[in-house]
C-alpha cells in the first residue's frame, strides 16, 4: 500500500535522514536511489537500492526485483511504501525531465537529495506534468 499524502508533511528520524545523506555522498558522483517505508508519514525504514541506469551520473533506475524484495520485506514489517529517494549529485534538489518520466507512482512522495554547494533535499508529489512540494520534518 502507498501512503496518500496530499499535502502533508513527512517526517524522517535525524539518524535514517543522516543514512540518506551518507549513502548519496558515498554513491557520488552517481545518483543514488532506494524507498523509504512506515506508516502516516512517519518514516521507520530505509531500503537503499543499487542505481542501474545505463548514465548513472544523470539518472537512477532500480531493477525490478530490487524493488519487489524491498516492498515484500516493507510489507512483513506492517509498512507502506512513504518515499522514492534519489540523489542529484550536481544539480537542484528537483525533478529533472528524467524523474518526471520516471514518476509511475503518482500517490508516492518523491524526495531527492542534492548534493550541489551543500547538502539539501526536497520532497514532491509528481503526477506529470504536476509537481507538488511536500514538507519534510526532520525528526
Known amino acids: 500500500m502507498i501512503f496518500r499524502i496530499m499535502g502533508k508533511v513527512i517526517s524522517i528520524p535525524n539518524e535514517i535522514n543522516q543514512d540518506l545523506i551518507r549513502q548519496a555522498e558515498m554513491e557520488s558522483p552517481k545518483e543514488c536511489c532506494g524507498l523509504l517505508g512506515g506508516n502516516d508519514g512517519l518514516v521507520s525504514s530505509r531500503y537503499p537500492l543499487l542505481n542501474r541506469a545505463a548514465i548513472p551520473e544523470t539518472s537512477y533506475f532500480a531493477a525490478p526485483d530490487e524493488r519487489f524484495r524491498a516492498i515484500k520485506l ?8 512513504i518515499a522514492i529517494y534519489h540523489s542529484h549529485p550536481k544539480t537542484d534538489p528537483y525533478p529533472s525531465e528524467k524523474d518526471l518520466d520516471m514518476a509511475f507512482y503518482a500517490q508516492a512522495v518523491y524526495l531527492i537529495i542534492s548534493l550541489k554547494n551543500d547538502v539539501s533535499a526536497r520532497a514532491f508529489t509528481i503526477d506529470s506534468p504536476k509537481v507538488s512540494e511536500v514538507a519534510i520534518k526532520i525528526i
Open 74 to 81: 516493507m510489507r512483513e514489517r506492517g509498512e507502506e511504501l
